[in-house]
């Protein structure tokens, strides 16, 4: 199972076998389309937590979103929003936007919209969002997606402070369709040939703007012109967001780990066989949370996990939820690498009995030497190591770049490196949050790599790294 | 050949009228008619390369009457809207009060004259339509055909007249006729009232008994109920109030000075332009018009960026030349100065129309609105919004015809004023858009200024695929 339904694999076939190069556009909406939701919602939200809101400005807001939901108009609420902004710090706005875009907006893009943006971007087709959003909102995303252009509302900037009003009409329906299509005459598009996404009933303009348009998870009166109109509907799958029964469920996944700790543990002061013990304290603390939230692995390529240890074995980091299910993978005889500062952490504590990490006192480089020269030795000696490469968690899927320890260890001990790709760990459990949703977790072990040496580490590295790369974007069948 | 397609085709004249009764909307515009300002006429002009023999002519349209029993039938109303309408055969039928020949000496002159015809009401009592030869040309002759909306629409009257005309230039012997149908029970306006309330007397329990049910079910789900009410509120409201205001320099609008222009555009450039801005021909029409009031706006000094426009929607799929349609107003790009971007934003605004769910609101009111005395049907009318200009385009006949040895090189169809300054109707004759402009000669300053404008409407959209193409 690649995870992508059959109707997105088949929109990204057609997309394939279509037209390649600049020529073609591909114009993405934002809100609904490429993330699920109203980042203006959010901001909005941020607003009110912050008590920047009068009760004025709140009512005013609220009676200009109800006339526009019954048939007045509805861009003039954004216009009520831009106008309480005059006086704000344009870069205050933009740095509000990429903290939000992390706490919150990136947990919200649609994996199945990323795959969509990636084939028109393997395709070298010309992607841009357009949207009625303003660039503090789109940036980020259009960042993370590794889109180029915008096509968006633009606000007036005078002297670092927005003065309320907008540069130009709002890009919201017929204004959309008209950016665009400007858009296409400067950056010579032929739209005719391209691609446009949106979700909005004012989206119909901007989507006959193109010769594929595609209704993406529409508005209900989007649905019914689509049927109309003969146009094609995607439905894609929204990100999980955390249901009380899945809140449930973790806290459920929790007791399960300290359950499996605390018998594995128990199980080798009975036997005496303390490292047989934490073994089944692995298997335990790992498998019986993950049936308790409902997550399952799927994995190819399984046999390669064992015909290479001991290893070291690197996965992409997304999610907290990477940790037990690579040790769900792994199973026995490894460890990992932590800082010093986590010994004592009370999260990681019962974890760090069952897996005695090799900490590394960051700040004394002397000392970091000494523990990785006893980590190299405890690897030659069976147990393997596993690391995140990327050294953080991502605040989406894309990749980070890989930092070189890992591969440093692997020539020192002189094992392989086993590569993990993991998918999808960041949808069951976002970045900042402490639930964890029921799905299919999609593991890819990729081919093992044997004698690493400093002489061509770097060029093996980035070698890995676009393999990693590659199999994200089109995930082996 | 082309005498099996003619004997094909008018077997499908014949079989053309159906149903005795009026339709809902046909009924509301009947019932809501106030000539001229509220008016349901459409006038075509056809030019002829020559003065057809007149007796001929006559034969060929007696012959056309026969064969459409509709051309000599009338309308009778019952007393009291509790029936629809009803077509009955009129006994007193001369075709010497419908048909007539006159001389003029120019096509201004003719023009003129159309207009003046277009503007006299019909006799309600007698069957709808009013056809004038012009002779005396100086380049053959025009024959001008007024015909009311509840016998045909002007989609129907192209039809109609495509389907008469003949596709040689000689005389057909022994054309057929319509079938000697037993002709409707003479109808009665007392009688007609009569049944209609006998038949609402019947069906009331079981009316009252549906109602209640419905409330029933609206009550189990009141959310849903508000809701959907809601939806389709809020989509009415966008449809009468959201399109842009009417244009100054397009009023003040009186509706009683009528004045036709007529304009051709070669067909395949048009389609052209409308394919390069991912449009229809409608589209394509629409941009056109809005082409030409731009400069003429320009002109005037008057700085608009959009004027609303009435264009025909269909109900069942885009695109698709099926026989739902809805009226509705866009607001029309005027400031748009290419001619491919312009088609392109048009099509945007008339496709957006598709999601309004209200769209078919005044068919959806019409069988409603007929239950009540006319001037509340005339005032649903009038409350609907009023565009500055209403564009429509219309299959005409895909070859040149004849009618009684003329060729036909023209057809023009020259649409009401309810409340527009404009209708602008674009009907497809072999190569050619025919344009027909009906202005209301109130609205506009200088008519003149206006025509050459709209000219050079065509001529900027003709050019856009000469520069491109060659």
Redesign the interface.
């Known amino acids: 199972m690649s995870g992508l339904s059959d109707e997105v694999l088949a929109a990204i076939d057609a997309i394939e076998a279509g037209p390649q190069g600049p020529t073609v556009g591909a114009f993405f909406d934002l809100d609904g389309t490429l993330v699920a939701g109203y980042t203006a919602a959010t901001f909005y939200g941020d607003r009110l937590k912050g008590r920047d809101v009068s009760p004025a400005e709140f009512l005013r807001t609220v009676v200009t979103a109800v006339d526009g939901e019954l048939g007045g108009d509805p861009t003039r609420i954004a216009h009520v929003a831009f106008s309480a902004m005059r006086g704000e710090s344009e870069e205050a706005f933009a740095d509000l936007g990429e903290r939000l875009f992390r706490s919150k907006i990136a947990g919200t893009i649609r994996r199945e919209s990323r795959a969509l943006v990636m084939a028109h971007q393997r395709a070298g087709h010309t992607v841009a969002v357009a949207s009625a959003a303003t660039k503090y909102q789109i940036a980020p995303v259009a960042r993370d997606l590794g889109v180029e252009h915008l096509v968006c509302t633009r606000l007036v900037v005078e002297d670092g402070q927005f003065t309320g009003a907008t540069d130009g009409p709002m890009l919201w329906g017929r204004h959309k369709a008209s950016g665009v299509r400007a858009f296409a005459r400067e950056h010579d598009v032929d739209l005719s040939a391209s691609y446009a996404y949106g979700n909005g009933y004012e989206d119909v303009a901007f989507l006959s703007s193109v010769g594929n348009p595609t209704a993406l998870n529409p508005h209900r009166d989007l649905r019914s012109a689509a049927a109309r109109l003969g146009w094609p509907v995607l439905d894609l799958s929204d990100p999980v967001g955390g249901s009380l029964i899945a809140a449930g469920r973790t806290a459920a996944a929790l007791a399960g780990m300290n359950t499996g700790v605390v018998a594995g543990l128990s199980l080798g002061l009975l036997t005496g066989n303390l490292k047989e013990g934490r073994n089944t304290a692995i298997k335990l603390a790992t498998s019986l949370p993950m049936t308790l939230a409902g997550v399952r692995l799927n994995v190819l390529n399984r046999e390669r996990l064992w015909t290479h240890r001991p290893a070291i074995f690197v996965a992409n980091h997304q999610s907290a939820l990477d940790i037990p299910v690579l040790g769900n993978l792994l199973e026995r005889d490894f460890t990992i690498v932590a800082k010093k500062e986590a010994r004592w952490d009370p999260r990681t504590f019962v974890g760090s009995i069952v897996i005695d990490p090799a900490y590394i006192d960051r700040g004394d480089s002397e000392s970091a030497r000494a523990t990785l020269d006893g980590v190299a030795e405890r690897i030659r000696s069976g147990t393997s190591l596993m690391i995140f490469p990327e050294g953080t968690r991502s605040a989406t899927p894309v990749l980070g770049p890989f930092r070189k320890g890992a591969f440093h260890l692997a020539a020192q001990a002189g094992v392989p490196v086993v590569p993990v790709v993991l998918r999808n760990t960041g949808e069951l459990m976002r970045r900042s949050s402490f639930v964890l949703n029921p799905g299919v977790v999609d593991v890819c072990v990729l081919e093992p790599e044997t004698d690493w040496s400093t002489d061509d580490m770097s060029e093996r590295i980035a070698a890995l790294h676009t393999k990693f790369e590659e199999t994200l974007a089109r995930w082996p069948a | 050949m082309s005498k099996s397609e003619d004997f094909e085709r008018w077997g499908g004249a014949a079989a053309w009228t159906s149903g005795i009764e009026l339709t809902p909307m046909q009924t509301l515009m009947w019932r809501a008619e106030r000539h001229p300002v509220q008016s349901s006429t459409s006038t075509v002009i056809l030019d002829l390369d020559r003065a057809p023999d007149w007796k001929r002519f006559v034969a060929a349209t007696e012959w056309g009457t026969g064969l459409v029993r509709r051309l000599r039938q009338r309308v009778v109303d019952p007393v009291v809207p509790t029936a629809a309408p009803t077509w009955a055969d009129d006994p007193t039928f001369d075709l010497g009060y419908h048909l007539r020949r006159e001389l003029v000496s120019s096509r201004e002159e003719m023009l003129a004259q159309a207009a003046q015809i277009a503007l006299r009401p019909f006799d309600r009592s007698r069957p709808l339509w009013e056809g004038v030869l012009f002779e005396g040309l100086p380049d053959g002759a025009a024959y001008v055909l007024k015909i009311h909306h509840a016998l045909a629409d002007p989609l129907g009257t192209v039809q109609l007249l495509s389907m008469l005309q003949s596709g040689k230039r000689a005389h057909t012997a022994r054309k057929p006729v319509g079938d000697e149908v037993a002709a409707p029970a003479a109808a009665e306006p007392v009688d007609l009232a009569v049944s209609g309330l006998r038949t609402d007397v019947a069906t009331l329990p079981e009316a009252a008994l549906s109602a209640l049910r419905r409330a029933g079910v609206a009550a189990t789900r009141p959310q849903a109920v508000l809701a959907s009410t809601?939806r389709y509120?809020?989509?009415?409201?966008?449809l009468v109030?959201?399109a842009a205001p009417a244009s100054p320099e397009l009023s003040p609008r009186t509706g009683k000075m009528w004045s036709f222009l007529t304009l051709d555009a070669p067909l395949e450039q048009l389609r052209a332009v409308a394919k390069q801005g991912?449009g229809t021909l409608d589209d394509a029409a629409v941009a056109l018009v809005l082409g030409g009031l731009r400069r003429y706006h320009e002109r005037r000094g008057g700085a608009v960026r959009e004027i609303p426009v009435g264009v025909r929607v269909s109900l069942?799929?885009?695109d698709d030349l099926g026989n739902r349609f809805a009226g509705a107003i866009i607001?029309g790009?005027i400031a748009?100065e290419d001619p491919v971007?312009r088609v392109?934003?048009v099509?945007?605004?008339v496709?957006?129309l598709?999601?309004?769910?209200a769209l078919e609101v005044l068919e959806a009111a019409a069988p409603l609105l007929n239950r009540m005395p006319a001037f509340v049907g005339a005032g649903a009318l009038q409350t609907a919004a009023v565009p500055d200009a209403f564009v429509l385009t219309l299959p005409g006949p895909p070859r040149r015809r004849y009618m009684a040895g003329a060729e036909v090189q023209g057809m023009y169809v020259l649409g009401p004023l309810p409340g527009a300054a404009l209708t602008v109707c674009l009907v497809t004759v072999g190569d050619t858009a025919c344009i027909g402009v009906n202005v209301d000669a109130s609205a506009v300053a200088d008519l003149r200024e206006l025509e050459e404008c709209l000219v050079e409407g065509v001529e900027e959209m003709i050019s856009v695929t000469a520069s491109t193409s060659g």
């Open positions: 809601l509120g809020a989509s009415v409201r966008r109030t959201q991912g069942a799929r885009a607001s790009p748009i971007d392109a934003a099509r945007g605004e496709l957006s598709h999601t309004e769910r």
